[in-house]
């Protein structure tokens, strides 16, 4: 059983927790934790730290502070948390990359010792694809990843855990993908890398699809849409604006679109339970109660199906988009 330290056993009214990234204005993450936190009764502040790459250190070294609780990471900081964090989860290892960082060990004093990276994005995407039900047609249509980043990474990971032994990624330039490629290595996951302006055309023969591109970064290409999107199940990880031409496009050729909103509410429950010191093989306490609150505070309805947990190697196939549940 995979769990972080125990947490005070008095509410710590100087606890807190913070969002690290470059640029983290737009962020949902402080009204997904302060309701969730809300809701469980827990005295933790929760907010946005803007921290540019050559910041990352200085904020890991205030991870000394007795009263911190955790960090999630957002870009472009993924790649060099993995690198700079004293441990981590045997997942995050094999992801590459990691959104969450938490206490390894705690002193008496309650601060932190050591500093553990663990990745919930995967979850969280894993999650928001479960939401847009089965994949279709069957058998299993292709699947696809748009972007080559640190996100790609762990959307390569989620369809990987879903069942797909092969994926299409679609990028500008393949040689900026080796942390994506070393990733898919360690997963047995194969890779059929293509021109990200052949996307558009390719489309209509896709089956799942995640677009790990920033807001706009994509939006050329997804005017140029073309076929019959009805098979796609798509989750593009943006959600400032919203819709994303790309998700007003494909959602008029028929497909099933899911904001990156979807995906931060699930990943955000693994954050959740990190910071407060709770198991992760463990649903949170009255879970649906939270989930529940932290969607609306997002404006997002409540989730539908009862998110699985993704935070082993182990097993997760179950999940396959083949299944009906």
Known sequence: MLVSPEPPKEPDPAAWAAVLGSPVGHSLSPDLHAAAYRELGAAVRYRRLE????????????????????????MPLKADAARAVSALTPFARAVGVVNTVAAASRGADGAARG?????????????????????????????????GGGTATAAAA?????????????VRDASR????????????????????????????GIGTAVCTLPARAFDPHARRL?????????L??????????????????????ASGA?????????????????PLDRPLPHQQT????????????????????????DGLTETAPSEDG
Request: with cysteine; hydrophobic share 45%.
């Open 177 to 204: 993908t080796r942390e994506l490629r070393a990733a898919a290595e360690r997963l047995g996951l194969r890779l059929r890398m293509r021109p990200l302006e052949d996307c558009p055309a390719e489309l209509d």
């Open 226 to 234: 073309s076929g019959d999107l009805s098979g796609l199940r798509l």
């Open 115 to 147: 500093l553990l990276g663990h990745n919930t994005d995967v979850a969280g995407i894993v999650n928001a694809l479960r939401d847009l039900g089965p994949a279709d047609p069957e058998p299993v249509a292709p699947a696809a990843v748009i972007g």
């Open 236 to 257: 593009d990880v943006s959600y400032d604006p919203w819709p994303s031409v790309l998700a007003e496009r494909a959602q008029q050729r028929g497909a099933r679109v």
């Open 290 to 313: 939270v989930l529940e609150a932290m969607a609306a505070a997002i404006g997002l309805p409540a989730p539908v199906r009862e998110p699985v947990p993704v935070h082993t190697l």
């Open 51 to 74: 921290t540019p790459r050559s910041e990352l250190g200085a904020r890991l070294a205030a991870a000394a502070e007795p009263g911190w609780r955790g960090y999630s990471v957002t």
């Open 262 to 278: 979807h995906m931060l509410l699930h990943q955000a429950v693994d954050q959740v339970k990190l910071f407060l010191g709770l």
């Open 158 to 170: 989620a369809l990987r855990l879903m069942g797909w032994e092969e994926t299409f990624v679609y």
